[in-house]
C-alpha cells in the first residue's frame, strides 16, 4: 500500500527539541521531493520545510528557519525534521507530504494522517 | 511572503453551484500555473483535488474543476452533495522557493 506514516509528536516545554518521522512505503521514495506541513489546531494549513529527492535543495518557511531542520534517509524510506527552540505557536498537527516536482510547489499528492507536537509549559 | 485569501465560508444546496476564490499576487498566482486545491474534512489529512490550476488528479470527480484569472484562481465544485461539506485550501508556488496556502474556506451543504 502507498502510504507515508508520521511519528514523534509529543508534548514539550517552550524551548525544547523534538524529532518528527515520516516512513514511506508502497513507492520509491528516493525519486520524490518531500515536505512538512503544518496545523495548528482549528487553524489552516502553513508549508514548513521540503527537501529534494536527494538532499539537494532544501528550503524553510521563515517561521521555522534556523530552527528547524529537515532531512532524509533514502535507505530507511524516511523523512525527518528536527526542531529545536519549540515555541508555543509551533502547536499543530505536522503532516508529511509527497511533492510531485523538483520544486516546492504545493503539489501534495500523498499525505499521511500526521503526528500531533504540543507546547505548553 | 503573505498566505492566500479565500473566503471563510460559503454555502450552498444539494445539487446547486459553488465556487471558492483564492487570491494572491503578481508574485504567485499571477506568475505561475502551479496552483492547486485541497478537500480535508474533520480529523482528516488534505486531500488533493486539482493541481496546476486545472488538472484532476485519477480518482477525483469531475464535479470539481479550478480556474484561473489575473491574480485569484478558483474552485467550482457542481452538483453539491452532502459529503462536500468540510474545509477548501488552495495553495501556490509563491516564487523564491516557498509555498502558499490560503486561509482556508468552510464550505456548509445547505
Known amino acids: 500500500e502507498v502510504q507515508l506514516v508520521e511519528s514523534g509528536g509529543n508534548s514539550v516545554q517552550p524551548g525544547g527539541s523534538l524529532r518528527l518521522s515520516c516512513v514511506a512505503s508502497?513507492?520509491?521514495?528516493?525519486?520524490?521531493?518531500m515536505n512538512w506541513v503544518r496545523q495548528a489546531p482549528g487553524k489552516g494549513l502553513e508549508w514548513v520545510a521540503y527537501?529534494?529527492?536527494?538532499?539537494?535543495?532544501?528550503y524553510y518557511a521563515d517561521s521555522v528557519r534556523g530552527r528547524f531542520t529537515i532531512s532524509r534517509d533514502n535507505d530507511k524510506n524516511t523523512l525527518y525534521l528536527q526542531m529545536n527552540g519549540l515555541r508555543d505557536e509551533d502547536t499543530a498537527m505536522y503532516y508529511c507530504?509527497?511533492?510531485?516536482?523538483?520544486?516546492?510547489?504545493?503539489?501534495?499528492?500523498?499525505w499521511g494522517r500526521g503526528t500531533l507536537v504540543t507546547v505548553s509549559s | 511572503q503573505s498566505a492566500l485569501t479565500q473566503p471563510a465560508s460559503v454555502s450552498g444546496s444539494p445539487g446547486q453551484s459553488i465556487t471558492i476564490s483564492c487570491t494572491g499576487t503578481?508574485?504567485?498566482?499571477?506568475?505561475?500555473?502551479?496552483v492547486s486545491w485541497y478537500q480535508q474534512h474533520p480529523g482528516k489529512a488534505p486531500k488533493l483535488l486539482i493541481f496546476?490550476?486545472?488538472k484532476r488528479p485519477s480518482g477525483v470527480s469531475n464535479r470539481f474543476s479550478g480556474s484561473k484569472s489575473g491574480n485569484t484562481a478558483s474552485l467550482r465544485i457542481s452538483g453539491l452533495q452532502a459529503e462536500d461539506e468540510g474545509d477548501y485550501y488552495c495553495?501556490?508556488?509563491?516564487?523564491?522557493?516557498?509555498?502558499?496556502f490560503g486561509g482556508g474556506t468552510t464550505l456548509t451543504v445547505l
Open positions: 507530504a509527497r511533492d510531485t516536482y523538483g520544486e516546492p510547489t504545493g503539489y501534495y499528492d500523498l
Open positions: 508502497g513507492f520509491t521514495f528516493s525519486s520524490h521531493s
Open positions: 527537501i529534494r529527492s536527494e538532499s539537494s535543495y532544501i
Open positions: 503578481s508574485s504567485d498566482i499571477g506568475t505561475y500555473n502551479l
Open positions: 496546476e490550476v486545472n
Open positions: 495553495a501556490s508556488y509563491g516564487g523564491t522557493s516557498v509555498v502558499l
